[in-house]
């Protein structure tokens, strides 16, 4: 059973940053979806296991920057100019397959971290 292990959520300003960190007991595409209150929840970003290609959605990109450490397995997201919409419980997910990193196709699942942006 793999692992993942999530840190780095908390409170922070409008305009601030954050970085959460996932650690995981063997290389996937990994990434990470949000899910706020009373919404569905959706995909953020994902990193390839090798070659470093990455997907942001809209809402996030040019503000946020997914990253890894495969020597730790590790999977970083800078957060920066962090808005009071950007406000969820985030969970980093891992796939087996750059094509399978979607949430009817995710492997495994973090147990989530939140992320409160006041305004």
């Known amino acids: 059973q793999v692992r993942l292990v999530e840190s780095g959520g908390g409170l922070v300003q409008a305009g601030g940053s954050l970085r959460l960190s996932c650690a995981a007991s063997?290389?996937?595409?990994m990434g990470w979806f949000r899910q706020a209150p009373g919404k569905e929840r959706e995909f953020v970003a994902a990193?390839?296991?090798?070659?470093?290609?990455?997907s942001y959605a809209d809402s996030v990109k040019d503000r946020f920057t997914i990253s890894r450490e495969n020597a730790k397995n590790t999977v970083y997201l800078q957060m920066n100019s962090l808005k009071p919409e950007d406000t969820a419980v985030y969970y980093c997910?891992?796939?087996?397959?750059?094509?399978?990193?979607?949430?009817?196709?995710?492997?495994?699942w973090g147990h989530g971290t939140q992320v409160t942006v006041s305004s």
């Open positions: 997910a891992a796939a087996l397959q750059w094509g399978r990193f979607n949430q009817i196709d995710i492997e495994y």
């Open positions: 063997g290389r996937y595409v």
């Open positions: 990193i390839s296991g090798g070659s470093g290609l990455t």
